[in-house]
């Protein structure tokens, strides 16, 4: 059946350090990709997607790229800031799981002043 | 558009009560989701609707729980009787009916506490 890995957290990094979650998948048909981001106290956000194959993603300074040899879709971003403390998940979606979104357990990253 | 709307906010209930969480999904979306997280299990799928109708229940963890959409603007999760471990927050998401390239979006949830 389809799933998702991305790593563990807490990811901890400086204010303006370089940021990747890794996130894989195994899926069955040829899923969509997404990630989402939980702020503290609130429902998740779709932070970008990617629809196919070698297409990237982008928003808010984020980026992850479809690579289907790999299976993965990393999230990075080049300068962090302390807003983007938050839990960050990956997820995928496609026709052979129905309707239905399988997410990553998640990855909470803190930003230091 | 307001976005998903969930209420009440939070909710906090004696063991036994019925609890009832309710949910607005943005006009135009035909999938509508309840999703359940907590710190020990993570995000789980309860059951979710397309075009009104329960498609998969198959997450609904006992017949306590029950789930219905009477419209395409409505839809209620109800938790009869409530129990200590049903405490957590519960998502409602709704998405377009596309072909599973399209995000979820999601309401702010409701923090359920069963004391």
């Known amino acids: 059946g389809n799933s998702v890995t991305q790593m563990e957290g807490p990811v901890t990094l400086s204010e303006e350090a370089f940021l990747t979650i890794n996130c894989t998948y195994t899926a069955t048909g040829y899923p969509s990709l997404f990630w989402y981001v939980q702020y503290p106290g609130e429902g998740l956000q779709l932070l970008l997607k990617?629809?196919?194959?070698?297409d990237k993603g982008s928003n808010k300074g984020f980026e992850a790229t479809y690579r289907k040899e790999t299976t993965s879709f990393h999230l990075e971003k080049g300068s962090v800031q302390v807003s983007d403390s938050a839990v960050y998940f990956c997820a995928l979606r496609d026709l052979t799981g129905g309707f239905k979104t399988i997410f990553g357990a998640g990855t909470r990253l803190f930003v230091k002043a | 558009d307001a976005g998903v709307i969930q209420s009440p906010r939070h909710e906090v209930t004696e063991m036994g009560q019925e609890v009832t969480l309710r949910c607005k999904p943005i006009?135009?979306?035909?999938?509508l989701f309840w999703y359940r997280q907590t710190m020990m299990r993570g995000l789980e799928l309860l059951i979710y609707?397309?075009?009104?109708?329960?498609?998969?229940d198959s997450g609904m963890p006992e017949d306590r729980f029950s789930a219905k959409m009477p419209n395409a603007s409505f839809s209620t999760l109800k938790i009869q009787p409530s129990e200590p471990r049903d405490s957590a927050v519960y998502f409602c998401?709704?998405?377009?009916?596309?072909?599973?390239?399209?995000?979820?979006?999601f309401g702010s949830g409701t923090r359920l506490t069963v004391v």
């Open positions: 998401a709704s998405s377009p009916s596309s072909g599973g390239t399209d995000g979820y979006t």
């Open positions: 990617a629809t196919k194959a070698d």
């Open positions: 609707f397309n075009n009104n109708v329960p498609i998969d």
């Open positions: 006009s135009g979306h035909n999938s």
